[in-house]
């Protein structure tokens, strides 16, 4: 995710209950919200079970205030002995729940969907979990996230932790699944999803059907699911990787110039870091005021007015398109194990963007460098440390996305190099996407990896540049000096 800084922003998830529908005089009793423990989010996820795929289902009727009809399947396995069954879920109505085939008890607490299956699973188990539900694209608050309100339609912004406000899911960045989605719609619009279109039918009732399936798979958060009258534009880039657009009809001329230099920027990206990860890759352009960009897997969502506006430079620009891109490799293929592991996301991404930068546009990154060092302590004093961010503000989720896990985490990437040693570093960023590719992995095994990479302990000097409250010397810049808290704080 790149926060947008052409305008300010604020977001607050406010919790909406679900509304359920529930099975005569079969609910359980005391049904109690779970979760992962999280440092940040400690409800997110749930444990005892490991999901395998998502199918889900999504029918529209051309009306973006009005639900969704929807059906989620599950497929998982037990990795516990199971009573209960615990989904995120907290944005729509749940009509009946099925569990291996049978009909199965449900409630809700908090933003957890408690399913009783009518026989406890046991450790091992298959799992196959059936829930039809409606999904709602109306936010219970005016910053809420999950569903996104296009001019035309629907898109998705799931990240921090909205997947489960438009489906029920295991929504924690842990449990990466398999997905596919099959999506009905009007016939005058367009559906896209992550992954491949296995399928397209037009409908007797003037509408068509579509259904995708990504073939690597995916952490609830970058699910992305576009409606709305767009048209889809094909290519291909390095070594004939499918290229994929979606845009308004009406901006296609005026944004293919724009679309034209993706291809450039991975094979830039290629050379970097390695072979592009995933299936195929496009922009996904909405009209819509978010504030942010998001790098769903395989069609990272844009809003309309970065490309149309011509006040912003084309390096500008670029460095957007390069910042969602990186992230498919750092965020997307290798996923943050907890919400505390964002600083490999954020500032793998915020170091490729200042990096093309540089090297395309002469924007010196040393100078980008001194600036962030500059600020660093104020950062660290208002968001926290990198790889220790303080937690979101109360009701403002995305509030975990602060300077700190941006540039401040570049930052840390900027020592890193200067510290082993600019071949050693290339190295380690080719190991650690490769190593973890279509994984989570987390702090400590990137701390690892670079040990190895370079051939010496590095916990002392990640534990100062990740965890430290003051920004530790530069190595190679002693002269770099951090301002006082209350200056940079301001910034």
Known sequence: MLLSSRKPRTAALVTAGVCVALLAASAPQAATPLGLGDRLFPHLGNP??????????????????????????????ATAPLDRINLDFSHGTVRSVEVNGAAARFATSDEDLIVTPGLPVAQGQPLRITVRHTSDPRPAAKTDVGWIRTKDGLAMANQADAAHRVFPSNDHPSDKAYFTFRVTAPKALQAVANGRLLEKKQRAEAA???????????????????????????????????????????????????????????AWMEGKVGRYPFENYGLLIAEANTGFELETQTLSLFERDVFVRPEYPKWYVESIMVHELAHQWFGDSVSPRTWSDLWLNEGHATWYEALHTEEKFHYALDKRMLNAYKSSDGWRA??????????????????????????????????????????????????????HVDQSATTTDFVALASRVAGRDLTGFFRSWL?????????????????????????
Do not use: C
């Not at 530069?474 to 910034?491: N, R």
């Open 48 to 77: 005892g079970y490991d999901v395998e795929s998502y199918d889900i289902a999504f029918t529209y009727g051309g009306d973006n205030s009005k639900p969704l009809s929807a059906v989620t399947r599950i497929t998982a396995r």
């Open 208 to 266: 068509t059907s579509w259904v995708y399936r990504t073939a690597h798979p995916m952490a609830t958060e970058l699910a992305q699911v576009s409606i709305g009258r767009s048209a889809v534009l094909h290519g291909k880039g390095p070594h004939g990787l499918p290229m994929r657009d979606v845009v308004p009809a009406k901006d296609v001329k005026a944004l293919r110039p724009w679309l034209a230099r993706t291809p450039d920027q991975i």
């Open 382 to 435: 208002g968001g926290g440390p990198p790889a220790a961010p303080k937690g979101p503000k109360h009701g403002e989720k995305i509030s975990i996305f602060r300077p700190v896990v941006y540039d401040g985490s570049a930052l840390v990437l900027y020592a890193l190099r200067q510290e082993i040693g600019k071949e050693s570093f290339e190295r380690l960023e080719r190991a650690w996407v490769t190593t």
């Open 467 to 491: 965890y430290a409250k003051k920004t530790p010397p530069m190595p190679g810049h002693p002269d770099w000096k951090s301002d006082p808290v209350g200056k940079a704080a301001k910034k």
